[in-house]
């Protein structure tokens, strides 16, 4: 699954960065899909803990941006062009798969990839730690279980539909919308036994990393997949999700959250 949604990102920059050459019509469509939210710099007062490199609006980056907040850390972010930047040999040197988001300390001696091990290391970092991660191995591992859920079950689902119909870097295959936009349906269905009881949070009483992951493949399904049948048959999972941005932090990062009436396909 190359590129992914990254290469979306390609539509932030002028036609002439354009490797892949996505028309203008997508260059626009994705403009609107991607830019809701424009990137948050974290601020706070502390020297940065490290930079990540990413195109703007990654989930995952989003994920990491809340945790450094609710840290009191501060992320940089330099400039980066996708299919540039991470194709260069010192972004190989510590990054050999050339994917974002990844991660770099401040002293330049630990390098990190994959969106939650960056956001699990950022929670980890700060006072907000045991809020995030647990503090005791039932919860920690339940807040796992629950992250792991958000990227294997939810963002699993939802990039290759968004790579045919959206993206339209791979070519429509019917079969295989059919059946990721089924194994969401199913992961909606297990979101919305945890969340009908009216709890705000999936683990405890306060945000944890298990909320963010699933957030952060929610907010992407919602542009396009999760539509209003899916949501009819998860009625508290909508309401679970837009609470989440009652915390200030997630509302800075995350932004407005929309849900189409009709799923797009191919
Ligand atoms: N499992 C990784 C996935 C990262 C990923 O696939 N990133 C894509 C962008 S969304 C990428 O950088 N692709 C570039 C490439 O494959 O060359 C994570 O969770 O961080």
Known sequence: MKHIVGQLALSLKPKSRNPLNISQHHLSFFNTLLTSHSINTTTATMAPIGKIYSYPNNYRVQIA???????????????????????????LSHFPLGKVPAFSSADETFHLTEGLAIARYIASSGPASAQLLGSDPKTSALIEQWAL???SELANATIPPLLMVLAKMIPYDEARYNQCAGNLERAVKRLEEAVNDGRKFLVGDSLTLADLAVLGAMALAGK???DGEMR?????VEGYLKGLLEVPEVKKH?????????????
């Not at 907040?69 to 972004?91: A, H, I, R, W, Y």
């Not at 009819?232 to 508290?236: D, E, G, H, N, V």
């Open 65 to 91: 941006q809340v945790a450094a907040d609710l840290n009191n850390l501060t992320l940089e972010f330099p400039d980066f062009q996708m299919g540039v930047t991470n194709k260069t040999p010192s972004f």
């Open 149 to 151: 859920f958000g990227e």
């Open 224 to 226: 396009f997949l999760f």
């Open 232 to 236: 009819k048959q998860a009625p508290s």
């Open 254 to 266: 995350f932004g407005e959250l929309t849900f189409c009436e009709t799923r797009v396909q191919g």
